[in-house]
């Protein structure tokens, strides 16, 4: 999944630089998507751990 979230980086990197302001605010979106549901898959499996032991 980090690896999608590197691609919509750069894809909205490259879009903005050439002015296309649509795909790299949609890149940037589906990026800042990505990056919460890691958060919150880290924050659940750190909890998790904390639980067990």
Do not use: P
Request: aromatic share 4%; no cysteine.
């Amino acid at each position: 999944m980090i690896k999608w979230i590197l691609i919509l980086l750069i894809v909205a990197a490259v879009a903005g630089l050439l002015g296309l302001g649509r795909i790299s605010g949609a890149a940037m979106t589906g990026a800042k998507i990505l990056i919460a549901i890691v958060l919150v898959l880290f924050l659940l499996a750190v909890l998790g751990i904390i639980a067990i032991a």
